[in-house]
Antibody, heavy 123, light 113 residues
Framework: QLQLQESGPGQVKPSETLSLTCTVS??????????WGWIRQPPGKGLEWIAA???????AYNPSLKSRVTISADMSRNQFSLKLTSLTAADTAVYYC???????????????WGQGTLVTVSS | DIVMTQSPDSLAVSLGERATFNCKSS????????????LAWYQQKPGQPPKLLIY???TRESGVPDRFSGSGSGTDFTLTISSLQAEDVAVYYC?????????FGPGTKVDIK
């Protein structure tokens, strides 16, 4: 059974960089056809897609965050990671890692999701 | 970006009754090449991550009860729960995957009356 588990700091200071890792079990991220990605949800608010990566190295980013985000993968560890720079309080959210299913020429549905990790940006 | 809106913000329905809520996209998400609507619905129960229920506007994900049904085309979509069960209390989000960035609606919260 596919499982995804996020790990990283629960609190980060403003202007610093957030680093999160997703460990995948039950499937390999080094083969297709699925992508792997990150979505976030500020407390009490809606969902925002952040980034996606394919085993070929292809990446896709939300333009609203692209200048601050890097997604990468470590195939040997079956993990993928997110870096988000120049943090502000607006980046406080639950960060989910997930498997993404690309539908032909369209883009991604998301399933399953990890349990999520709350990241608070505060001094 | 395609903006997704949902209505109502919340609704309360009696057990066994029908629950219907809506999703609207700021532009059509119907593909002219294959006549598919790139619209998905998710269910998020309290303290849990979202779960994919429906994609292509009306195709249920494997294992999703058939009391959940999706309909609509173009810019206007509906999710219907034909007979509300206690375990259906959740926030329901729609999502377009027609264009990058994929975007989600703000959600509709469903409670028991």
């Amino acid at each position: 059974q596919l499982q995804l588990q996020e790990s990283g700091p629960g609190q980060v200071k403003p202007s610093e960089t957030l680093s999160l890792t997703c460990t995948v079990s039950g499937a390999s991220i080094s083969t297709g056809p699925y992508r792997w990605g990150w979505i976030r949800q500020p407390p009490g608010k809606g969902l925002e897609w952040i980034a996606a990566i394919y085993y070929t190295g292809d990446t896709a980013y939300n333009p609203s965050l692209k200048s601050r985000v890097t997604i990468s993968a470590d195939m040997s560890r079956n993990q993928f990671s997110l870096k988000l720079t120049s943090l502000t309080a607006a980046d406080t959210a639950v960060y989910y890692c997930a498997r993404l299913h690309r539908h032909g020429s369209a883009w991604y549905t998301v399933d399953p999701w990890g349990q999520g990790t709350l990241v608070t940006v505060s001094s | 970006d395609i903006v997704m809106t949902q209505s109502p913000d919340s609704l309360a329905v009696s057990l066994g009754e029908r629950a219907t809520f809506n999703c609207k996209s700021s532009q059509s998400i119907l593909s002219s090449s294959n006549n598919e609507n790139y619209l998905a619905w998710y269910q998020q129960k309290p303290g849990q991550p979202p779960k994919l229920l429906i994609y292509r506007a009306s195709t249920r994900e494997s294992g999703v009860p058939d009391r959940f049904s999706g309909s609509g085309s173009g810019t206007d979509f509906t999710l219907t729960i034909s007979s509300l069960q206690a375990e259906d209390v959740a926030v329901y989000y729609c999502q377009q995957y027609y264009l990058i960035p994929v975007t989600f609606g703000p959600g509709t919260k469903v409670d028991i009356k």
